[in-house]
């Protein structure tokens, strides 16, 4: 049952360039999207969200967007920094649900010097 | 900053022994949760708990499992016969209302 998915399992990008991560979904009950970022044996890191009211949503160097229509949403880093290699998890959760998230399976990002 | 702090870090059991798994969530939120990841597969949604009840459950959380906020602040997860395929990083949550949930580090539990 996926109903959130990350289908690039990883992604290599040099420091300075864009990285955009991408994710899909297929329940339309999603309403809330946000993005996680993991180091390995750490918890994940709230890193930024956006409500299905907004189509994008900005925090420094990172930028969500939203594309209802195509269930799509991206997130993209600019520019990219060796600390941001981590794997980059998508989750969505839907009103009403106490706010359970379903989680992507995740795309690891590698920053290259 | 605040965090969402979880012990022990790593637990090792047998099979069939009980463990318990404690969470400290932010102080000033209201909700609470419990997540697992398998060695090498997505994180999944385990239970919710606000205002002292579960307010929704995954169908791994079965009989097995239950879920307690024994004081104003520790936030546990009780696993009553461990199986083999209980062995994963268990996270707990918690967050102010819907919206974003800040993990702790986990737990790793090992089950022999």
């Known amino acids: 049952d996926q109903q959130v998915k990350q289908n690039s399992p990883s992604l290599s990008v040099q420091e300075g360039r864009i990285s955009i991560l991408n994710c899909d979904y297929t329940n339309s009950m999603f309403d809330y999207f946000l993005w996680y970022k993991k180091y390995p044996a750490e918890g994940p890191t709230f890193l930024i969200s956006i409500s299905s009211i907004k189509d994008k949503n900005e925090d420094g160097r990172f930028t969500v967007f939203l594309n209802k229509s195509a269930k799509h949403l991206s997130l993209h880093i600019v520019p990219s920094q060796p600390g941001d290699s981590a794997v980059y998890f998508c989750?969505?959760?839907?009103?009403?649900?106490?706010?359970?998230?379903?989680f992507g399976t995740g795309t690891r990002l590698q920053v290259t010097l | 900053e605040p965090e969402v702090t979880q012990t022990p870090s790593h637990q090792v059991t047998q099979m069939g022994q009980e463990v318990i798994l404690r969470c400290v969530p932010i102080s000033n939120h209201l909700y609470f949760y419990w997540y697992r990841q398998i060695l090498g597969q997505k994180v999944e949604f385990l239970v919710s708990f606000y205002n002292n009840e579960i307010s929704e459950k995954s169908e791994i959380f079965d009989d097995q499992f239950s879920v307690e906020r024994p004081d104003g602040s520790n936030f546990t997860l009780k696993i009553r016969s461990t199986k083999l395929e209980d062995s994963a990083m268990y996270f707990c949550?918690?967050?102010?209302?819907?919206?974003?949930?800040?993990f702790g580090p986990g737990t790793r539990l090992t089950v022999l």
């Open positions: 949550a918690s967050s102010v209302q819907f919206g974003e949930q800040f």
């Open positions: 989750a969505a959760s839907a009103a009403g649900t106490a706010s359970k998230l379903t």
